[in-house]
C-alpha cells in the first residue's frame, strides 16, 4: 500500500521559535496534501489543502502566516509554525492523495512548545 | 454544514462479544466514507473503506456498512480481542476530496 512519512516523530520547541514539519509520499506521486490538527481526545480538523507547485487552502479560522505550507515537489509537504506558542502545541498529521484517490496518513508529529 | 457525529463517545465490552460503532453524517450525497482505527500516540490505521456505490465492506473480523438515505454507517467489530481496544475515527467525504472526521468511539475490551 501507499506509504506517508512524517519528519520528525515528535519536537519540543521554546515559545517564539518557528518549526518545520516534512510530510513525503514515499512509493507515489501526490497530487494534493492535506494538513490535519489533533488535540487531546478530540477529533483531527483539518487546517488546509495543498496542491503541489500552487498556495496552500487554508480552513476557517486557520492562520495562514502562522503555519506555513510549502508543497514544493509531487512527494513532499511542509508544514512551518512560526512564533510557536504552547497552545500550538498538538499532533499535527498529514496525508496525501492522488487525484482523488483514497487518502493515506502519515504518522504524525507531537509538537510540544515550551 | 456538513457533519459527522459518532456516538457513544466511549465504550466498553467483554472479551468476546460482537459489538456495532454507529457513524452518521449530515449529508446524503456522500462521496465514500471511511474506518479509521488509532492507537493512543499514534497515526491513524485506516480500516474500510465504502464508495458511495456500496453497501457494505468486509475485512477479517471487521464489516462497514453504508446507508446513505438515512445518513449512517456502522462498523461490527466481531469475537472482539483485547487488541480491538483503540479509537475508532469515521471520516466522510462529500465530493471535494477533504475528509469530513467523525468525534471517534473509544472502544476498551475487557479481558
Known amino acids: 500500500g501507499a506509504v506517508v512519512s512524517q519528519h520528525p516523530s515528535w519536537v519540543i520547541c521554546k515559545s517564539g521559535t518557528s518549526v518545520k514539519i516534512e510530510c513525503r509520499s514515499l512509493d507515489f506521486q501526490a497530487t494534493t496534501m492535506f494538513w490535519y490538527r489533533q488535540f487531546p481526545k478530540q477529533s483531527l480538523m483539518l487546517m488546509a489543502t495543498?496542491?503541489?507547485?500552487?498556495?496552500?487552502?487554508?480552513e476557517q479560522g486557520v492562520e495562514k502566516d502562522k503555519f506555513l505550507i510549502n508543497h514544493a515537489s509531487l512527494t513532499l509537504s511542509t508544514l512551518t509554525v512560526t512564533s510557536a506558542h504552547p497552545e500550538d502545541s498538538s499532533f499535527y498529521i498529514c496525508?496525501?492523495?492522488?487525484?482523488?484517490?483514497?487518502?493515506?496518513f502519515g504518522p504524525g508529529t507531537r509538537l510540544t512548545v515550551l | 454544514k456538513q457533519e459527522v457525529t459518532q456516538i457513544p463517545a466511549a465504550l466498553s465490552v467483554p472479551e468476546g462479544e460482537n459489538l456495532v460503532l454507529n457513524c452518521s453524517f449530515t449529508?446524503?450525497?456522500?462521496?465514500?466514507l471511511q474506518w479509521f482505527r488509532q492507537d493512543p500516540g499514534k497515526g491513524l490505521t485506516s480500516l474500510l473503506l465504502?464508495?458511495?456505490?456500496?453497501r457494505e465492506q468486509t475485512s477479517g473480523r471487521l464489516n462497514a456498512s453504508l446507508d446513505k438515505s438515512s445518513g449512517r454507517s456502522t462498523l461490527y467489530i466481531a469475537a472482539s480481542q483485547p487488541g480491538d481496544s483503540a479509537t475508532y475515527l469515521c471520516?466522510?467525504?462529500?465530493?471535494?476530496?477533504?475528509?469530513?472526521f467523525g468525534t471517534g468511539t473509544r472502544l476498551t475490551i475487557i479481558p
Open positions: 495543498s496542491n503541489e507547485g500552487s498556495k496552500a487552502t487554508y
Open positions: 471520516a466522510a467525504s462529500f465530493g471535494n476530496e477533504k475528509l469530513t
Open positions: 449529508d446524503s450525497a456522500i462521496y465514500n
Open positions: 496525508s496525501a492523495t492522488y487525484r482523488g484517490s483514497e487518502q493515506f
Open positions: 465504502i464508495q458511495s456505490s456500496q
